[in-house]
């Protein structure tokens, strides 16, 4: 028998199948913890983390609150990517809400303590080898958020009925003045392009400024509760809602349009944006949400340490924080996301072949539920290794389900899921391949 190149294709690929069905089958037997490539770090305290923020490849700070004891609260510090992290200061009865590292040795923390009743508002100019309290007791309660736009010009809000407003400095922190002209609900969230134009969440409406907070206007009302900012530009920006809802804008506010992810998000608590397509959000389940379409299609990364605030230096190097803090160095793999049909029964635990397949950015890879059942999805590269997991939170119902896997570092990869006992796989070829 003549054999043909595509022959031999075909028996080499079938073969590889074959293997790659055993090993996989075998993985998912064996014992250990799977995730994705947020790699998590082991961090000294045993607290939430409030607000993370790096400053470059190397040096990190991190706040906490004060958990469920309502005791101390602590300030971390790495100069070594996180791979370790190191207690640099701890304060008794108070909490942190926020952080804010203009550069590698000046840097703010703001928070509350003595249960509700004071303000925490620190500055460093050393790195936070020291932190100096800048006494505030005209607020007299806590500072939810910080934001400064170099090392003396920046903001603080309170949402906090003695202290309703957001508060300007001018010289690092020596002096405040009380900005809340135009302001009528109480603000929550800040985010500044520069010193003049700036953004502040208060309840379900977006405030602007354009002269430094001297004056804010309400220049949108949301279907939810504002808990995050992030503008590209003067004319590009998201925000980020309570509703499992994100909003984005391209005029600079005047008109935004909704974005849902096809998932339970909850409360999108940070953004960040690399560019006008590529971002990441935050929230406080075990996953974070990524877009690489600026927001039109959203899927999900998972991150053991959940994701309550991220900080990311570019498209690939990036770090989140909540009930831990965990670190990506290649923008958390593969993202995924998952539709829901549920109006009828399947006759069988069924997983189609991808479409398109080959498939170039994106793949919908479908399954069938027969009946409620707890569901994995694995994914393997030609190498065996493992790039990413979904699995259900729970039981899932029964139905058909459309799992959408967008990817294009690798050539091919290996889809693997399991119902109950029921295990199935497929293979995925893509058309562009590395380099």
């Not at 939430?48 to 958990?67: K, M, Y």
């Not at 990364?301 to 498209?315: G, M, R």
């Amino acid at each position: 028998m003549k054999h043909t190149s595509h022959t031999r294709a075909v028996r080499f690929f079938s073969g590889l199948f074959y293997f790659f069905s055993i090993f996989m089958l075998i993985a998912l037997l064996l014992p250990g913890q799977l995730h994705s490539q947020w790699i998590p770090q082991s961090i000294p305290v045993n607290k939430p983390i409030t607000a993370l923020e790096f400053t470059d490849s190397l040096n990190g700070w991190a706040v906490t609150g004060w958990g469920p004891e309502q005791d101390t609260c602590y300030i971390l510090r790495t100069s070594n990517e996180g791979n370790n992290w190191l207690v640099q200061q701890k304060f008794y009865n108070y909490t942190f809400y926020s952080m804010d590292m203009v550069d590698s040795m000046v840097g703010y923390a703001s928070g509350v303590g003595g249960g509700g009743g004071f303000t925490l508002l620190l500055k460093t100019t050393n790195g936070g080898l020291n932190w100096i309290d800048l006494n505030m007791p005209t607020l007299g309660v806590g500072l939810i958020d910080i934001f400064f736009v170099n090392r003396d010009s920046g903001y603080v809000c309170s949402d906090v009925f003695v202290s309703f407003g957001v508060w300007r400095t001018t010289n690092g922190g020596a002096n405040w003045e009380r900005k809340v002209n135009g302001l009528n609900q109480f603000p929550y969230k800040l985010f500044f392009i520069n010193f003049s134009t700036g953004y502040c969440g208060g309840d379900f409406t977006l405030f602007k400024t354009i002269n430094s907070g001297d004056n804010w206007f309400a220049i949108n009302g949301f279907s939810a509760i504002i808990k995050s900012i992030f503008f590209l530009n003067e004319n590009s920006g998201w925000v980020g809602l309570a509703n499992s809802r994100l909003a984005h804008t391209t005029n600079g506010g005047l008109n935004w349009s909704y974005q849902l992810p096809n998932f339970t998000v909850g409360s999108t608590t940070d953004l960040y944006f690399y560019d006008s397509l590529k971002g990441w959000g935050g929230n406080r389940n075990l996953k974070i949400i990524k877009t690489t379409t600026g927001g039109s299609v959203w899927g999900f990364q998972v991150t053991s340490s959940a994701s309550f605030t991220i900080s990311f230096l570019d498209s690939l190097r990036g770090w989140t924080g909540d009930i831990g803090i965990s670190r990506t160095t290649n923008g958390g793999g593969i993202i995924t996301h998952i539709n829901s049909y549920t109006n009828f029964i399947p006759e069988d635990y069924i997983l189609y072949q991808n479409y398109p397949n080959p498939f170039n950015s994106q793949a919908k890879i479908s399954f069938e539920v027969k009946s409620n059942s707890f569901v994995k999805l694995i994914i393997y590269d030609i190498a065996g290794r493992e790039i990413n997991i979904w699995q259900s939170n729970g039981i899932l119902l029964s139905g058909r389900r459309e799992f959408y896997l967008m990817q294009k570092d690798y050539r091919a990869v290996f889809i693997f899921i399991s119902w109950r006992h029921v295990h199935k796989t497929v293979l995925l070829f893509l058309v562009k391949v590395r380099k």
